[in-house]
């Protein structure tokens, strides 16, 4: 079997990248953990452009808490 890390450019693997693989970079999110457990994998994130106005009053606000999100 070929090496498949190796040759063109356009043909080689490239690293492994689990906020790409996890398609977070088009939520705005880079995944900074994870944590694997039997019935499920957690990943730990953070927002690459923090926006801090609101789209409901147009106010500055500031982020208060976390939220969990199952995928």
Known sequence: ???ATV???SHAFA????T????????GLVAT???LEPERAILACRVLDPDQ???RCGCEGAPRDTVTRQL
């Open 1 to 3: 079997m070929p090496d």
């Open 53 to 55: 106005w609101c789209r």
């Open 15 to 18: 690293h492994p990248d689990l």
């Open 33 to 35: 953990g994870q944590r």
């Open 7 to 9: 040759g063109e450019r």
């Open 20 to 27: 790409t693989f996890c398609r977070l970079d088009e939520l």
